[in-house]
Every structure is written in structure tokens, then in C-alpha cells.
């Protein structure tokens, strides 16, 4: 089973086209948190540099889905409702995952839909609790697109560019993977020491 979530794996036997409906579903469909976002872009990137994909067009498609995802995640919450927050947990469903992301929703406001990205599994029900929440759709739409570009965009072409740059990066992989998790968490760590920063100010 481990294997479904080896970015590697995935990529040799899915192709682009897989590639494309994993960053749709792990981007908005609940059911896809468990899908490796930000290891299996980077890797695809990688892939790229070696000739496996058009960089371009790799980048292009990663960004479409990621927005097509998200808007697809809004469109359920805003429909779903409250209903989801009363779901029972399930194979496919556990609710603690939509509590934390309405927490950093509460916390962040409209940039969740930005800093999200970057983190695994709020990145996925984000745009679910945004629907719920009502958020207006053009200001969603707005921060969806922001967030599609720089996270699809930057994590394709930072695997292109180490596997243009770095001899045998392939080789290297899982610990670059491992890094790319531990930086994941870097926008909310740093937004974390901003609000806490102001909270110190207001304190004053």
C-alpha cells in the first residue's frame, strides 16, 4: 500500500495524465489528503529535466488542476454545509482534518487559501471549509489562482531546476523529500511568529 503514496511509484505508472487527476483530488475531493502533493510535484518535475515531461506542459497542467480542484472543494463545502461538520468519521472521511482546517481558516482569514498549499491536508479541505464558510467566490476564485500558480508552479519547477543542475538527483530523493515536508511548514511557522509578535505588541 505504501507504495500508492511513493511519488516515484505513482509517476511511472500513472504518467502525466495521472499526475494531473492526483493534483485534482489531493487539491479539493476530501477524500484525496492521503495523496502526495508537494513530493509528487517536485518529482514530476525532476522527471522533466530527465525528458520524461514537457516542462511547460507539466506546469500548465499542474496549475489548471490544482485551481479546478480547488474550486470543485468550494463548490462542495458551500453546498454541503454544516452537514459536513456532523459527518461521522469514515475510511475516506475523518473530521478532524476539516476542525483543522477551519482553525487555520479562523486564524489565517482569505490567505488560508494561499498558505494552505503549502501545508499537506489543510491544503485539501481549505477550500471546503472556504465554501462553507460563504466566502464570496470571486474573492476565493482570486486567492485559488494565487495559490495554484505559486504552489504548482514552484514546486514543478523547483524539482526541474535541481534535476537540471544536481548529477543523479534521483539517487538523493527521499531526503529531498523529507526536506520538502519540514519547508511545507515554514509559511505557518512564520505567520504563527507574526500573530504572536502583534499579539506581544497589543500587550503593551
Not at 487539491?27 to 514530476?44: E, I, K, N, V
Not at 503549502?118 to 465554501?131: Q, Y
Request: glycine share 10%; charged share 15%.
Amino acid at each position: 500500500m505504501t507504495q500508492f503514496l511513493d511519488p516515484q511509484f505513482l509517476i511511472q505508472t500513472v504518467g502525466l495524465i495521472g499526475i494531473f487527476a492526483i493534483v485534482f483530488a489531493e487539491s479539493g475531493l476530501f477524500f484525496g489528503f492521503f495523496l502526495p502533493g508537494d513530493s509528487l510535484l517536485f518529482t514530476a518535475g525532476l522527471f522533466a529535466s530527465q525528458g520524461y515531461f514537457n516542462i511547460y506542459l507539466l506546469v500548465v497542467g499542474c496549475v489548471v488542476m490544482a485551481i479546478a480542484g480547488d474550486s470543485v472543494g468550494y463548490t462542495f463545502g458551500r453546498r454541503v454545509g454544516p452537514a459536513l461538520f456532523s459527518r461521522e468519521d469514515s475510511v475516506l472521511f475523518h473530521r478532524k482534518h476539516v476542525d483543522r482546517a477551519r482553525a487555520f481558516y479562523a486564524k489565517y482569514g482569505v490567505k488560508t487559501i494561499v498558505l494552505a498549499r503549502f501545508v499537506p491536508i489543510v491544503r485539501t479541505f481549505a477550500p471546503i471549509v472556504a465554501g462553507v464558510g460563504q466566502m464570496e467566490y470571486r474573492q476565493f476564485l482570486t486567492y485559488n489562482v494565487i495559490g495554484g500558480v505559486l504552489w504548482a508552479g514552484s514546486m514543478t519547477l523547483l524539482g526541474f531546476f535541481v534535476g537540471s543542475l544536481v548529477p543523479d538527483a534521483e539517487k538523493y530523493l527521499h531526503f529531498i523529500i523529507i526536506g520538502i515536508i519540514a519547508l511545507s511548514f515554514v509559511p505557518v511557522i512564520l505567520e504563527w511568529l507574526k500573530a504572536r509578535k502583534g499579539s506581544d505588541l497589543s500587550e503593551l
